[in-house]
């Protein structure tokens, strides 16, 4: 979903709050798979506080902001051609924490049972 999606319709509109979940959903689902440096770890960490904040207090503005930073982190996003530098850091799947933080976003955003208004 296009960051400001959000401001289209109804802020009370439950499919519009349906997908921008789903979209959120959609993405953290993918992220379990990316590979990125630990910079980038820190910084999609940050963005998952976002997205939880935004979860609990059915802020679907801040869900949809929030989500579109994720979607910058996407590492197919952007593909270098050729080899990394040497001195490049070194790309590593999720760290545990962040691992379980993105499964429970995930169910948290699937099951639509927490948070603010729905």
Known sequence: MPRGLWKRGKDDDPARASAVREDAAELLRRARDWELSPTRWSVLDEILDSISAAETAGDLKQLAEATG???L???LRL?????PPPDAPVKTQAPERTRERLNVLVHRLS???TGGKR
Do not use: E, I
Not at 79 to 83: A, K, Y
């Open 79 to 83: 593909t270098p051609l050729g080899p």
């Open 69 to 71: 930073d994720l979607r």
């Open 73 to 75: 982190l996407d590492p």
């Open 111 to 113: 099951s639509g049972k």
